[in-house]
Structure formats: structure tokens, C-alpha cells
């Protein structure tokens, strides 16, 4: 059995966002998320527990996008390497996307 017939279909294709006090950065990215023609069965997005600007985003476009499937980790250690450990810990995908908030991917990102 290949990795991809494992997973579960809801988790096939995650995407990690690491992010830290960028809540429009944030804004752009999960919106450019929200848009694509083949959309991630799963977004983490990581922020520090004290972004609370960061997690209003985040259910802010949990509503305005509810195809999109959020879940914020928040991660035991302060840096990039520890927010990517994190979000990959939160997801059983066989295959992660890294993206960071301030990036806006085309709508075929995925594809």
C-alpha cells in the first residue's frame, strides 16, 4: 500500500503556515488559499500563542472560506525550524506544502 492510499482523503494534500504577528500578511495568504482550483484538504497555520491578531485571521477566513479547513498549532519553542516541526506534527498528509504568510500563491498553486 503507497503512502497516498493510507492517508485519510481529508488529509491528502496540508499546507504549513508559519507565522508570527503578520496579521495581514496572513490576511493575503489564506485568502490566495482559499481561492485555489485544487484546494488543500488541510491548512496549520502556526502562530505564537500571544498572536492574537493571527488567530482572529485565521477564524475570520475559517468563515469567509468554509471549504478551507484551519487549525492553528502553537509551537513549544520561538523560531522558524520549531513552527515547521510543529505544523508538521499536526498533520498526517503524505504530502506537505510549506508556505510562508507572506507569500500570495497563484491559484494553481497546488495543482
Keep these: 500500500m503507497t503512502e497516498a492510499a493510507s492517508a ?4 491528502l494534500i496540508s499546507v504549513v503556515v508559519p507565522s508570527a504577528y503578520r496579521p495581514a500578511d496572513l490576511t493575503r495568504c489564506l485568502e490566495a488559499l482559499g481561492v485555489q482550483t485544487l484546494a ?3 491548512v496549520v497555520v502556526v502562530l505564537r500563542e500571544d498572536d492574537y491578531a493571527g488567530a482572529q485571521v485565521v477564524e475570520t477566513l475559517g ?4 471549504s478551507l479547513v484551519l487549525h492553528v498549532v502553537h509551537p513549544t519553542k520561538v523560531g ?14 503524505p504530502w506537505i506544502a510549506f508556505l510562508d504568510d507572506d507569500a500570495v ?3 494553481a498553486w497546488i495543482n
Design 8 to 11: 485519510t482523503p481529508a488529509e
Design 80 to 93: 522558524y525550524v520549531p513552527a515547521l516541526e510543529a505544523g508538521i506534527r499536526r498533520t498526517s498528509s
Design 63 to 66: 468563515n469567509r472560506f468554509p
Design 105 to 107: 500563491p497563484p491559484p
Design 40 to 42: 488543500p484538504d488541510l
